[in-house]
Every structure is written in structure tokens, then in C-alpha cells.
């Protein structure tokens, strides 16, 4: 379990999903009162639930090793979340009347990537495992 690379990968991307929900992704004002809103994983209901799913799903999905299918299920599942999560984070950005990115937007897309990441780790064991039944 530990010893496979995709492991780690799913560890760093549940690790950097659970920390959106503390760090924020963007900071504005929204409306003239030039009051500080944080935009973060807890701003709203689908935003804190995606947040959440996203880095349940990768921590579960790490105990799945010997069901390959259901790991590479669960691994684009977990990208078609987070593009949704970036997709809403999008839309709440238009609502801000100024504001800046936060340095910890980078998180969403360590998601990403360590995702993607791990899919392909999971993928390339499979086409492993594939071909070494194949030569018995």
C-alpha cells in the first residue's frame, strides 16, 4: 500500500483538499462596505461539500489498491469534482467586486495534479499486473 507512489499521491491530494477548507482561495470585498471576505472551502454549501468529498474520496481511495478498477474509477471521479470545485470557485470570484488570488489557490491545483498523478500510478500497475498474468 505504502510502498506504491499513487499512495503518496492520494495522501498529498487529500492532504491539500482538507487544507482548502481552512486557507483561502481568494479575498475580496463583495459588496461597498469594503469589508474583507475570505473565499475559502467553508464560503458556501456546495463549495464546503466538494471540498470535502474530494479529500474523503482520495483518502478512501487509498485503501482500494486491489480493486484497480475502482481506483482509477475513484481517481476521475475526484478530477471531475475538482474541476466542478474550481469551476464554482470561479463563479464566486465574479461576484467579488475587488480582490486578489490567495497564495494558497495553488492548493486546488496541487489537486489536480496529484490526482492526475495518481491515476496514472494506478493505471501503470494495472497494465503490470495485466501483463504478468499474461506471460504465466
Not at 486578489?100 to 492548493?107: C, G
Not at 493505471?123 to 495485466?130: G, N, R
Request: proline share 1%; glycine share 4%; charged share 15%.
Amino acid at each position: 500500500m505504502i510502498q506504491r507512489i499513487q499512495s503518496i499521491w492520494l495522501l498529498l491530494a487529500s492532504v491539500c483538499a482538507f487544507a482548502g477548507l481552512h486557507f483561502s482561495f481568494y479575498s475580496g470585498s463583495v459588496d461597498q462596505s469594503q469589508s474583507m471576505v475570505f473565499l475559502n472551502g467553508m464560503y458556501n454549501f456546495p463549495i464546503s461539500f466538494l471540498t470535502i468529498a474530494i479529500g474523503t474520496i482520495s483518502s478512501v481511495n487509498i485503501f482500494i489498491y486491489k480493486n484497480r478498477k475502482l481506483q482509477i474509477r475513484f481517481c476521475l471521479f475526484t478530477l471531475l469534482l475538482e474541476l466542478l470545485l474550481l469551476f464554482l470557485y470561479w463563479t464566486e470570484i465574479k461576484k467579488f467586486n475587488i480582490g486578489t488570488l490567495s497564495l494558497s489557490s495553488v492548493l486546488q491545483i496541487f489537486v489536480l495534479f496529484f490526482s492526475i498523478m495518481s491515476l496514472l500510478g494506478v493505471y501503470k500497475d494495472k497494465k503490470i499486473v495485466e501483463e504478468s498474468s499474461r506471460l504465466r
